[in-house]
């Protein structure tokens, strides 16, 4: 009856030259002797060390359960079926605004031509969904289950996590309730923290940005001080005067009042409607243009530039910090492997004579790793190398080091897109005739919305909304859309498509151009120490997001690797 019991117990002992420094009654790996149970107990050990070092491949934590049936569960989990039908998940969840209402399955975006979209039937959809939340829900408690209650109620991540779903399911059935005609689906707005909260890479970009946050907000306070002093200056040049000739009443619709005003410079400083807003002024008076110049190089070429190099700046700074935390979650993955695998008795029960990993036992686990073959194959070739020779913890680490170079993939036009619906779905409404306005009634200004015909950007189902938005990130003409959107919707629309130039253009476009330059950097500096990957055909290169990083990273010390491996809420360590 004790046999059931000993095996699911924390299997971890630390060999260290002694053999007499285990609790009595501590079932360990080092203390399996032959007898019935012990296969059972090695293979849990030879599992331990496989999960620790495929937890260090990934830069997972650790601080995971550790007995029997929580490894066979940990190790279904992290498979790839599993994970491959989360993200699978992930990603039906998020197109299913592009079929639910209001459906984005017409041929054409031109409120002019485009005809009644299909409507799924009230159900459909929500089938399909409740389904992607009964996933989530069993990922949940998977997590929960696998790192512990304690761990659950520190991680505000997965807190989060069940607060959206409780949210989500809550607001699913008022939907139901209602027959699909609620005004506002909650749910809708919080689908994109499923795949925040499943992406590494995407907590690391939300903390840089948080992170950065009092930096940007100084510079966008002398920002919004540069804007407002060249607004009244604007306004007191060329909002007064008669309105002698057309050019006079173009100069004056761009300072005909603050906001109108305030809108033209903080499009200028975008440089969108450069020169357009000066040429009326400086056929004027050629000394208008000095006004507009110093406005574009103080505010474009200063303040935008030093608001970049802000974000450069934090950004590297953040993720020099996150990429030592996940070096060290690398290397205590690898030293806990190390750690079992060292304290496996050998046949018969002896104890090994020298501390360190028998090669045939690492090959053992590395059979069963989840890794990709070429890498697979050059370790255990290394492996193999050493013959009988144990490995010590300095050569067991560098036999890993090779993982480093490991590529990782994975940046907000979800959110935007469904509160652009809301607040703008049915707002442009296609001109009588079938026609462009400015055709029908010869009345719409040159390089306006109707003029220029942009019927096809609006807001009226999902797919329109995200090319909306790309066409706005973009920033060329972005001003046509924030008028026509102030005159169809009301000045308060102007919020919208600034935070949107803000989120996307100035700190999204920036991040992503800050690693761009980081790898450019790295990659042209003689000093890289590149290495190519052991065991492929050809000498091959990876960068990625830690090598430019590689060679200023700190590696973790011993002792603090051993501390944080005594601390695991799961093991225990002999002494």
Known sequence: ???????????????????????????????????????????????????????????????????????????????????????????????????????????????????????????????????????????????????????????????????????????????????????????RLLRPFFLLQNSSMMK????????????????????????????????????????????????????????????SLLVLLTTANNPDVMIPAYSKNRAYAIFFIVFTVIGSLFLMNLLTAIIYSQFRGYLMKSLQTSLFRRRLGTRAAFEVLSSMAGEGGAFPQAVGV?????????????????????????????????????????????????????????????????????????????????????SAPCGSFEQLEYWANNFDDFAAALVTLWNLMVVNNWQVLLDAYRRYSGPWSKIYFVLWWLVSSVIWVNLFLALILENFLHKWDPQSHLQPLAGTAEATYQMTVELPFRDILEEPREDELMERLNQHPHLQLCR
């Open 1 to 187: 009856m004790a046999e059931p019991k000993a095996e699911s117990e924390p299997l971890l002992g630390r060999a260290r030259g002694g053999g007499g420094d285990c609790p009595a009654g501590l079932t360990t790996c080092r203390s399996i002797q032959v007898g019935p149970g012990a296969a059972a107990r090695w293979d849990l050990c030879i599992d331990q060390a496989v999960v620790f070092i495929e937890d260090a491949i990934q830069y997972r934590s650790i601080n995971h359960r550790v007995d029997a049936s929580s490894m066979w569960l940990y190790r279904r989990y992290y498979s790839n079926v599993c994970q491959r039908t989360l993200s699978f998940t992930i990603f039906l969840i998020l197109f299913l605004a592009f079929i639910e209402t209001p459906s984005s399955l017409t041929s054409t975006a031109d409120v002019r031509y485009r005809a009644a979209p299909w409507e799924p039937p009230c159900g459909l959809t929500e089938s399909v969904e409740v389904l992607c939340l009964l996933v989530f829900a069993a990922d949940l408690s998977v997590k929960g289950y696998l790192f512990g209650w304690a761990h659950f109620q520190k991680n505000l991540w997965l807190l989060g996590y069940l607060v959206v779903l409780v949210v989500s399911l809550v607001d699913w059935t008022v939907s139901l309730s209602l027959v699909c005609h609620e005004p506002l689906r909650v749910r």
């Open 204 to 263: 690391k970009t939300l903390k840089c940005i948080h992170w950065s946050l009092p930096e940007m907000a100084s510079v966008g306070l002398l920002l919004a001080i540069h804007l407002c002093l060249f607004t009244m200056f604007g306004m007191l040049l060329f909002a007064g005067g008669k309105q002698d000739d057309g050019q006079d009443r173009e100069r004056l619709t761009y300072f005909q009042n603050l906001p109108e005003s305030l809108t």
């Open 358 to 442: 028998k090669p045939q036992n690492l090959l053992q686990v590395l059979q069963k790793v989840q890794l990709d073959s070429s890498h697979k194959q050059a370790m255990m070739e290394k492996v193999r190398s050493y013959g009988g020779v144990p490995l010590s913890a300095d050569e067991f680490q560098k036999l890993f080091n090779e993982l480093d170079r490991s590529v990782v993939k994975e940046v907000v036009y979800y959110e935007f897109a469904v509160i652009g619906i809301s607040l703008f779905r049915g707002v442009v409404v296609a001109p009588p005739g079938n026609s462009s306005l400015a055709s029908a009634n010869g």
